[in-house]
């Protein structure tokens, strides 16, 4: 089982696909070209520059085209009260009071340090179609866990610009 991914997230990466492979593409062979017309390759570090960037677009390409061969679809529609994808929720750590404001987004968006958080982590799981004021137990691993509170549910859109995750 691939990627789970939204109809959105689909067609972000066929833009990016598209994107490098009539863009990038032709620069990074004309990179190639220009710095094999430089003379003694050996020696050429230009050359082994362009040949590293032009290979890595086409990794790139690989990877994100097997992507999508492999993806699940999700949808990103839930109830008009309950947690779902591209939700923005805020939540109560039972055990210090502090709160937190999440959006919870697929895998290949997730990103903690933006409170992007996934749907594959514990926090998304666990959060994934509650409601306002449920008591939700974050299974970290086998010993510990942890409960938090949903404070608030806001319905997001999901029209942002979020940027694929690179590898």
């Known amino acids: 089982m691939g ?9 972000k990466i066929q833009d990016e696909i598209e994107y490098r492979k009539l863009v990038v593409r032709k ?50 529609e839930s109830e008009s009260d309950a947690i779902g994808l591209n939700n923005t929720v805020e ?31 514990p926090i998304g799981k666990a959060l994934l179609n509650h409601k306002v004021g449920d008591r939700v137990y974050v299974k970290v691993n086998e010993q510990i866990g942890y409960y938090l509170i949903v404070k608030n549910i806001e319905k997001t859109s999901d029209e942002s610009d979020d940027v694929i995750k690179s590898f």
């Open 91 to 121: 939540v109560m750590f039972e055990d210090d009071g502090t709160t937190e404001t999440y959006r919870i987004v697929t895998s290949i968006r997730g990103n903690s340090m933006k409170n992007l958080i996934s749907i594959e982590s």
């Open 3 to 11: 990627e789970r991914l939204t109809e959105a997230d689909v067609k």
């Open 27 to 76: 620069d990074a062979i004309e990179a190639v070209k220009e710095a094999r017309a430089q003379g003694d390759l050996s020696e050429n570090f230009e050359y082994y520059a362009a040949k590293k960037d032009k290979n890595k677009n086409e990794s790139r390409i690989r990877y994100l085209e097997k992507m999508l061969k492999t993806a699940t679809i999700v949808k990103d």
